[in-house]
C-alpha cells in the first residue's frame, strides 16, 4: 500500500482518488475502496503492470489483506488517455472479481462506474459512494 485514508465523510474519500490519480500522469494510479461499519477507507497501490500507462495490476496478498479488514466497495484505477469508458479488459476483470470497478478519466475528470453482474457488498455504503462520484 502506498497511501491511506479513513473517513465518515465520502466526499473526503472521493477527493483523495481525484487528487491521488492526479498525481500520476504517465501512468494508472490505482487502489481500493472500502468501509468498516462507520467510515469509508480508500488506498492507493502500487501498480505492477508491466504497461502500466495502459493497465493496472495489483498484487493479490494486497488485496486479501484490505478484504480481512474492510468490506471491499470497488477497485478504483484512473484513465491517463481517453475517457472513463471502462476497457474490455476492465469489465472483464470486474466482471470475474465480482467488484465494481472505479473508473476516473485525468481528461474529463468525470468518473465512471461499473457494477458486475454479481457482487456482495454493503448495499448502503456503497449506494453514498456512487453518489459522491457522480
Ligand atoms: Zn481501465
Avoid at 465520502?10 to 487502489?31: A, L, P, T
Avoid at 488485496?63 to 474490455?88: N, Q, R
Amino acid at each position: 500500500m502506498v497511501k491511506e485514508i479513513n473517513n465518515q465523510s465520502v466526499n473526503k474519500i472521493r477527493d483523495f482518488i481525484i487528487n491521488s490519480c492526479n498525481e500520476q500522469v504517465m501512468q494508472e494510479v490505482c487502489g481500493f475502496i472500502g468501509w468498516d461499519s462507520s467510515k469509508y477507507i480508500a488506498t492507493v497501490e502500487k501498480n505492477d503492470a508491466s504497461d502500466p500507462k495502459s493497465f493496472f495490476v495489483i498484487n493479490p496478498a494486497s488485496y486479501l489483506m484490505f478484504a480481512e479488514d474492510y468490506d471491499m466497495l470497488a477497485i478504483f484505477h484512473s484513465h491517463i488517455v481517453g475517457d472513463e469508458t471502462p476497457s474490455e479488459f476492465d469489465i472483464k476483470m470486474s466482471e470475474a472479481c465480482c467488484i465494481p470497478f472505479v473508473i476516473y478519466s485525468l481528461n474529463t475528470k468525470k468518473f465512471h462506474i461499473y457494477e458486475p453482474s454479481n457482487s456482495e457488498l454493503n448495499v448502503k455504503a456503497f449506494a453514498r459512494l456512487k453518489e459522491a462520484l457522480k
